[in-house]
């Protein structure tokens, strides 16, 4: 959400300094989140932006976005009010979801990796866009910083486990974050993980 708000803000060419020009944006930003694990989904104002949200400079310029405290208070709202209507259950993720958004949640995980292998594995995801090494290097470790102004989340809270995934595969993060939820019998009595 926070990035659909930044791709917003760069569209319509508003200062992301201006923090109240920004949070004005949220008067016209309908935000729509298409929860289907199999194919997820984000659009603003009408416009599919799921694959727009991970261009370099919306990655760039996130952090004035994430950093802004009323569009925070409003985002953290929405996501509260997405997880409570998910009858079945969700997956969320997101820098201050343990503690701030879904303090409560069933399994809470505090994903970390060696800075040297997020930046490596977000300069792979950037390929097609050819994005220098050294730039993606000040995205990863300048939002780091600057988040970690408004949200506490290089630490793990009391109750949420932590997976530290340098060295794992995507494969290995999924089953080591499956070890932690709780078999819950269905009605005919299977494991609902499958």
Same mark, same amino acid.
């Given at each position: ?24 944006? %949220?008067?016209? !930003? ?7 694990? #199999?194919?997820?989904?984000? +659009?603003?104002?009408? *416009? &599919? @932006? ?59 995980? %505090?994903?970390? !990796? ?7 594995? #977000?300069?792979?995801?950037? +390929?097609?866009?050819? *994005? &220098? @090494? ?61």
């Amino acid at each position: 959400m926070y990035r659909a708000i930044t791709w917003l803000a760069l569209e319509e060419g508003v200062d992301l300094e201006d923090r109240a020009a920004v949070a004005r944006l %949220l008067d016209h !930003a309908s935000i729509e989140v298409d929860l289907d694990p #199999r194919r997820p989904a984000i +659009a603003i104002n009408g *416009v &599919d @932006v799921s694959d727009a949200i991970r261009a370099p400079e919306v990655s760039k310029a996130v952090s004035a976005i994430a950093t802004n405290l009323d569009v925070r208070t409003y985002l953290v709202a929405r996501q509260k009010k997405l997880i409570a209507d998910a009858a079945e259950g969700i997956v969320a993720e997101g820098r201050d979801i343990t503690t701030v958004v879904a303090p409560d949640a069933h399994v809470r995980v %505090l994903l970390v !990796a060696d800075p040297a292998a997020r930046v490596a594995r #977000r300069h792979a995801e950037l +390929a097609e866009h050819q *994005v &220098d @090494v050294d730039a993606v290097h000040d995205q990863v470790i300048r939002r780091d910083r600057d988040d970690s102004m408004v949200a506490e989340f290089e630490s793990a809270a009391p109750g949420v486990h932590v997976v530290d995934s340098t060295s794992l595969s995507l494969e290995e993060v999924i089953e080591t974050i499956f070890a932690f939820v709780p078999v819950r019998a269905l009605g005919d009595g299977r494991d609902p993980r499958g």
